[in-house]
């Protein structure tokens, strides 16, 4: 009994430390969220940034793959909002419109409605945080969407785009940093999911699809955790994403 005592207080003191330790760094790094100014100028760094990265191409072009991480698998049908989401042993075919569709395991369908809906759940939050690094310059006027200027102690704007409303986070907020073309080349972040505010995330290593549209393929969070988004494909027929027919079965 004393044993069992003395180890539940050993790691009540570990736990106690390394609350401490989480408010302390939350102390020394966390940043306040900025405040932004709305109106024109927030309207025009935002479309500067959408046409650095050529959003109009990448609006043109109806078939897109990519990874997430080499552990999410993505096939996106623009044209009808539909996808095909897999990871592991595991696949959805996905309505984006109306959140649903068919889930597969090991290649046969799941017939049992509650695993296949859990499946379906999986694979939109999937979807909601992936698609996001896939291709976030191009949501900043997504419905619910609010845009305003910060200005840097540099004297240089940033653009500060706020998600009122959408996805499964709605409230987050990222401050995009610009080069001087508009092409974005880090943001910061203040979200739900990560509890010190302000952390940044680079946006770089920019390839194009086939009709000019650009796509960053490499993120790095706070410069400790490096993220990759690859297999980035992009056309105008299923067959220039290695495809015979339709992937997507709904």
Known sequence: MKIIKTI???LLGIIVLLVAAFFI?????????PQGVKGPEAEQLA????TAINHVAFDTIPYVKWSFRGEH??????????SRISWGENEVHLK????????????????DSDTADKLVKTAWGYWCNDSFWFNAPSKVFDNGTERSVVTNEDGSKSLMVTYISGGVTPGDSYLWHLDDDGLPNCYQMWTKIIPIGGVSASWENWVELPNGAKISSFHNIGGKMPLDIGDIKGGFTWNELGFESNPIQL
């Open 47 to 50: 479309q500067k940034m959408l």
């Open 8 to 10: 539940l207080k050993v």
């Open 96 to 111: 984006m419109d109306e959140v649903n569709g068919r889930a597969f395991e090991n290649g046969s369908e799941v017939k």
């Open 73 to 82: 698998h993505y096939v996106f049908d623009k044209t009808n909002n539909t």
């Open 25 to 33: 760094l939350k102390a020394i790094y966390s940043k306040d969220l």
